[in-house]
């Protein structure tokens, strides 16, 4: 059996892994991926720890429910479960998912060619998702229109006669094809954090952590969403 710590990072990517997808195959190795159920977005991080057992979750979030239970919990992973404890006579023997049941990333993204790429801070993200929550506006949308700024805006696609709520993200005078790249607010669940995120046109928008291995990616509206003429 592997003995385990999951440091305050990780159980952080899990809890995030967890609004994602309420399954999660880990492999042997640091890296952990998640794919949304509806296959629209997808997840990986590189952890501090390294895995030499695969395991299957089937409800991760009831899996960290076991683990905050503990106050310093430590895992030994089996073939078949993972025995959970703190240095008490506190034991929990938590049995594995089959990686068949589960819905998991089957192959990795290999990025398209980047057409944009813009810096977005924790603050500015923060800021949109309040706008969005307040407002009840569904539609995050990057838009650049070439002698102008850049910005990122909460919006209701549906009703043009609705508020909006704009920040700007990147040159205060683009020069590039002008763009409009959509996606569903309720699909972008990413942890705080600052972010740049490239766009490769019309498809989808990769989200790289700037301080810690972790990558989101993300796909676009693609009726909606436009690059260049």
């Given at each position: 059996m592997s003995n385990v710590t999951f440091s305050k990072n990780t159980l952080t990517i899990l809890k995030n892994f967890s609004n994602l997808n309420s399954n999660l195959l880990v492999k042997p190795g640091k890296v952990i991926k998640t794919i949304t159920p509806s296959?629209?977005?997808?997840?990986?991080?590189?952890?501090?720890?390294s895995f030499d057992t695969e395991f299957g979750i089937w409800d991760l979030n009831k899996f960290l429910g076991v683990i905050s239970l503990f106050n310093s919990p430590n895992f030994k992973f089996g073939e078949k479960?993972?025995?959970?404890?703190?240095?008490?006579?506190?034991?929990?023997?938590?049995?594995?998912?089959?990686?068949?049941?589960l819905s998991v990333p089957t192959k990795d993204v290999i990025m398209p060619e980047v057409s944009i790429s813009i810096l977005l801070t924790e603050k500015q993200f923060s800021e949109l998702q309040k706008a969005a929550s307040v407002m009840q506006l569904p539609d995050l949308s990057f838009v650049g229109t070439s002698g102008s700024k850049i910005v990122a805006m909460v919006s209701d696609m549906g009703d043009p006669t609705t508020n909006s709520y704009k920040v700007t993200v990147g040159d205060t005078n683009y020069t590039g094809p002008a763009f409009v790249f959509n996606f569903k607010m309720e699909n972008i669940k990413i942890l705080p954090g600052d972010y740049t995120i490239n766009f490769a046109k019309n498809i989808v928008g990769e989200f790289v952590h700037k301080t810690i291995s972790l990558k989101y990616w993300f796909a676009m509206e693609a009726n909606t969403s436009k690059y260049g003429s």
């Amino acid at each position: 059996m592997s003995n385990v710590t999951f440091s305050k990072n990780t159980l952080t990517i899990l809890k995030n892994f967890s609004n994602l997808n309420s399954n999660l195959l880990v492999k042997p190795g640091k890296v952990i991926k998640t794919i949304t159920p509806s296959k629209n977005g997808m997840a990986i991080a590189t952890v501090e720890e390294s895995f030499d057992t695969e395991f299957g979750i089937w409800d991760l979030n009831k899996f960290l429910g076991v683990i905050s239970l503990f106050n310093s919990p430590n895992f030994k992973f089996g073939e078949k479960s993972v025995q959970i404890k703190n240095g008490g006579d506190s034991v929990v023997n938590y049995y594995y998912s089959e990686p068949r049941l589960l819905s998991v990333p089957t192959k990795d993204v290999i990025m398209p060619e980047v057409s944009i790429s813009i810096l977005l801070t924790e603050k500015q993200f923060s800021e949109l998702q309040k706008a969005a929550s307040v407002m009840q506006l569904p539609d995050l949308s990057f838009v650049g229109t070439s002698g102008s700024k850049i910005v990122a805006m909460v919006s209701d696609m549906g009703d043009p006669t609705t508020n909006s709520y704009k920040v700007t993200v990147g040159d205060t005078n683009y020069t590039g094809p002008a763009f409009v790249f959509n996606f569903k607010m309720e699909n972008i669940k990413i942890l705080p954090g600052d972010y740049t995120i490239n766009f490769a046109k019309n498809i989808v928008g990769e989200f790289v952590h700037k301080t810690i291995s972790l990558k989101y990616w993300f796909a676009m509206e693609a009726n909606t969403s436009k690059y260049g003429s």
